[in-house]
């Protein structure tokens, strides 16, 4: 995936006004309890909210801002550049989750269809289901509450030529799941598994150290 970067607001947002959808540069956009978007919900320099019980059938995307959505509402996609993403319980998402500078937290029940994806920020879920990858570079991921990946759960090769070792936790608590791998692909990146209650991880565990109980 080629992420966006800071330089790019006005691009990043035009293709989403002419598509029909609601964007704002400065402002935030709140979604109230149960309503309905047929469009993407785009804010450069603001949040984006929605409520309870929404449907959104585009993306809500923010550049420099957090993406939050209520419990019981769907959306195609969620992305952020510089800001976190929130979900409430039973949310469902028919693609990816991304963020490359914030945290990725979850909630229970949560459906993502697609990848979950950070650079720059931990990834948290509680009784999760993804269907693609978990993806991370600098991020320590955590899985609550038989949390299950159908896909790989990656932690990618970082830029720069530093020597220096980075630590990284990658948790499952609570019968928690990895239906595929666990794959580091950088060896500058020292990461550890975690397996607790009962979690398994039902491919290969490859470029990492394996603990059986807390660190």
Excluded: Y
């Amino acid at each position: 995936m080629r992420w966006p970067t800071r330089g790019s607001p006005i691009v990043f947002l035009a293709p989403l006004v002419l598509a029909g959808c609601f964007g704002s540069v400065n402002s935030p956009i709140v979604v109230g309890d149960g309503q309905t978007r047929d469009g993407s919900l785009s804010s450069v320099n603001g949040s984006v909210t929605v409520g309870a019980d929404c449907t959104i059938g585009g993306t809500c995307r923010s550049v420099n801002g957090t993406v939050e959505i209520g419990d019981r509402s769907q959306a195609r996609q969620l992305s952020t550049v510089n800001g976190s993403i929130r979900t409430g319980t039973d949310v469902t998402v028919e693609r990816d989750v991304e963020s490359v500078n914030g945290s990725i937290t979850l909630g229970s029940a949560t459906k993502v269809a697609g990848e979950v994806k950070t650079v720059n920020g931990p990834i948290e879920m509680t009784r999760v289901e993804v269907r693609g990858d978990v993806r991370t570079v600098h991020g320590d991921v955590r899985l609550h509450d038989g949390s299950v990946v159908k896909g790989d759960l990656v932690v990618e090769s970082k830029r720069g030529s530093s020597g220096r070792k980075t630590p990284l936790t990658i948790e499952l608590t609570g019968a928690s799941l990895v239906e595929g791998d666990i794959l580091v692909e950088d060896p500058r990146i020292d990461v550890r598994v975690v397996l607790l209650e009962d979690s398994k991880v039902l491919g290969r565990i490859e470029g990492a150290e394996v603990v059986d109980g807390e660190i």
